[in-house]
T-cell receptor, first 115, second 115 residues
Framework: AQKITQTQPGMFVQEKEAVTLDCTYDTSDPSYGLFWYKQPSSGEMIFLIYQGSYDQQNATEGRYSLNFQKARKSANLVISASQLGDSAMYFCAMRERERDDKIIFGKGTRLHILP | KAGVTQTPRYLIKTRGQQVTLSCSPISGHRSVSWYQQTPGQGLQFLFE???????NKGNFPGRFSGRQFSNSRSEMNVSTLELGDSALYLC??????????????FGAGSRLTVL
């Protein structure tokens, strides 16, 4: 079964609009971490934001925020005021700390920002 | 400080050959993880090394192997190459267990083409 599901293979968004990239996860581990990474066309993976399962507040990093809904097992990434440079692949990932501690990734969402 | 360095960046091999990829982690990082990225399968976890010991392994055949040296540098080897091994191989380093966020920092990748 898929541990990380990203249902949007591709998205087109107008520049300056807000974007929400969906991510749902599946785990029975009470202690886990959720990550979002960005992969531009150059190929290098760039860490964006992290949310721990016990964190009470949603994580934020500049224009990035993580909409963490624990009961729904959802960890959507929100990008405010999108820019052309945000065009990239975005990956949601999870680490189950008590299970095996490795980080596994979803299939990704390709985001296109339109001028 | 220097990032994660992967060599070589690009290589072309033929079926049946073997290949060795190298990864130098960020100074002070003791954990190195390897991922295979293909358009069809996305990012798949290969293995993780911590203090010269493999502590996690993905679902890949025994042709895929790795090791870590005392200076935390890691190598992965693929023997008897198959066409399906063509992929971007990403290495990532982290501090290792004990750090809640345990963010992975990725290298630029080694793009392997098997002819």
């Amino acid at each position: 079964a898929q541990k990380i599901t990203q249902t949007q293979p591709g998205m087109f968004v107008q520049e300056k609009e807000a974007v929400t990239l969906d991510c749902t996860y599946d785990t029975s581990d009470p202690s886990y971490g959720l990550f979002w990474y960005k992969q531009p066309s150059s190929g290098e993976m760039i860490f964006l934001i992290y949310q721990g399962s016990y964190d009470q507040q949603n994580a934020t990093e500049g224009r990035y925020s993580l909409n963490f809904q624990k009961a729904r097992k959802s960890a959507n990434l929100v990008i405010s005021a999108s820019q052309l440079g945000d065009s990239a692949m975005y990956f949601c990932a999870m680490r189950e700390r008590e299970r095996d501690d490795k980080i596994i990734f979803g299939k990704g969402t390709r985001l296109h920002i339109l001028p | 400080k220097a990032g994660v360095t992967q060599t070589p960046r690009y290589l072309i091999k033929t079926r049946g050959q073997q290949v060795t990829l190298s990864c130098s982690p960020i100074s002070g990082h003791r954990s190195v993880s390897w991922y295979q990225q293909t358009p069809g399968q996305g990012l798949q976890f290969l293995f993780e090394y911590f203090s010269e010991t493999q502590r996690n392994k993905g679902n890949f055949p025994g042709r895929f192997s790795g090791r870590q040296f005392s200076n935390s540098r890691s190598e992965m080897n693929v023997s008897t190459l198959e066409l399906g091994d063509s992929a971007l191989y990403l290495c990532a380093s982290s501090l290792g267990r004990g750090s809640g966020a345990n963010v992975l920092t990725f290298g630029a990748g080694s793009r392997l083409t098997v002819l």
